[in-house]
Nanobody, 120 residues
């Protein structure tokens, strides 16, 4: 019903850039927020950046000043521009959507992730 699909990952040299995209499709009544998480090898999934329901942005300290999020409202698409990439940024990047269904219940959706590998 609701699909969240990330794209844009790949292999890049340290100092390089990548732009990730997250396309949301299907029946969704209200999106409260959209954001990016990542999970490196042997690590827990961590928050990277997000838009809140009010439209403001939040960034993790590890990526502040290097990563920038943006979005298109129709269709619902979230972007993550990643500059000055470091080997520590190597991870699977996931898109998360916080929404409300027809009963106004909070529901979140996750994409399958896209691999980002930064070489030393």
């Amino acid at each position: 019903q609701v699909q969240v699909v990330e794209s844009g990952g790949g292999l890049v040299q340290a100092g390089g850039s990548l732009r990730l995209s997250c396309r949301v499709s299907g029946t969704i009544f209200s999106i409260n927020g959209m954001g990016w998480y990542r999970q490196g090898p042997g690590k827990q999934r961590e928050f990277i950046a997000a838009f809140t329901a009010g439209g403001s942005t939040n960034y993790a300290d590890a990526v502040k000043g290097r990563f920038t999020i943006s979005r298109d409202n129709a269709p619902n698409t979230l972007y993550l521009q990643m500059n000055s990439l470091k080997p520590e940024d190597t991870a699977v990047y996931y898109c998360k959507v916080d929404s409300r269904d027809s009963n106004w219940s909070l529901v979140n959706y996750w994409g399958q992730g896209t691999q980002v590998t930064v070489s030393s």
